[in-house]
């Protein structure tokens, strides 16, 4: 398999990270594939090569070590659909056609968000006109599927997570999108928003049968195996560590309980979901995205 072009990992709606290994333009050149890992929500200072002690991230810290630190590079805009709108097309915000994360308004309980249209160039097909297979696998939130902003419209060949980043609000949603179809991964799903304003808070009544994140790194993994010839161009913009706080219990029971004793749990006042343990939630979710970035690298 061909070595990858860039494997980067940036906070959307924060400061970013990149690890970069060669130009855009040799890669074109060369049929490098290309990897592109978009965290959300995830704080530079979060990190263990940006000098983070307390949240385990050895896999990005090995990019880091192996690759490019960045330390002023910075997301396109302040909130998801704008700044996506801005990675996909390269536009300066001003120029964006998305400028805020407002919703498609076509009646669905999931609507998708409004659609970058029909005559915008994404990266993915751009690369598709140098040859290269393009798949997608996380949070899109740049319109609905039966638009002009659905990703398979917009250069993709294989979609296969959150169109709506509504529904990306739980980690245990009823469905999630593939292609431009449905997969129903959970007959009791868990709603994004509910409060506990009182009483013991379970995290297990907040976890379904299906992680989604899981199933999103199962697909990208699947991609990568079906081009192993390549060239192709992964991108990955996962939903951890963005609440809801839906981390596996694995990976909070690794963190010290003594996190949570002087502010005590969550309790939805916010939104999103409760959570006993919140900042040991919060670490969690960041060390499993990092497990699933050491998933794909091991596959490469």
């Not at 333009?25 to 592109?36: C, D, K, L, P, Y």
């Not at 560590?241 to 949570?260: F, I, L, S």
């Amino acid at each position: 398999m061909k070595a990858p072009l860039f494997l980067k990992i940036f906070a959307l709606c924060s400061l970013s990270l990149l690890h970069t290994k060669v130009s855009a333009t040799e890669a074109t050149r060369t049929g490098s594939n290309i990897v592109f890992i978009l965290a959300d929500d995830l704080g530079w200072g979060e990190l263990g090569c940006y000098g983070q002690k307390k949240i385990k991230t050895p896999n990005i810290d090995r990019l880091a070590s192996e690759g490019v630190r960045f330390l002023r590079h910075y997301t396109g805009a302040p909130v998801c659909a704008p700044a996506r709108c801005v990675l996909m097309t390269g536009r300066h915000l001003g120029h964006a056609e998305i400028r805020n994360n407002g919703d498609s308004g076509n009646g669905k309980p999931f609507p998708g968000q409004w659609p970058i249209s029909a005559k915008a160039i994404t990266i993915a097909e751009a690369l598709k006109e140098k040859g290269y297979a393009t798949g997608g696998f996380g949070k899109w939130g740049l319109g609905p599927t039966d638009t002009s902003g659905s990703p398979i419209r917009q250069g993709f060949d294989r979609f296969y997570g959150y169109n709506c980043q509504r529904n990306a609000h739980s980690f245990f949603p009823p469905f999630l999108d593939d292609d431009e179809g449905i997969d129903p991964i959970n007959s009791n799903p868990i709603r994004g928003h509910q409060r506990k304003p009182e009483g013991e808070i379970v995290a297990d009544d907040y976890r379904a049968k299906t992680y989604a994140p899981d199933r999103i790194l199962e697909e990208a993994l699947k991609f990568i195996d079906a081009h192993k010839k390549g060239p192709f161009f992964l991108y990955c913009p996962f939903v951890e560590p963005h609440v809801a706080m839906h981390p596996p219990a694995e990976w909070v029971d690794r963190y010290p309980k003594e996190w949570d004793t002087e502010k005590g749990p969550y309790r939805g006042q916010n939104g999103y979901l409760p959570h006993p343990r919140p900042r040991a939630g919060y670490a969690a979710m960041i060390s499993d995205l990092d497990e699933h970035v050491g998933a794909i690298l091991k596959r490469l």
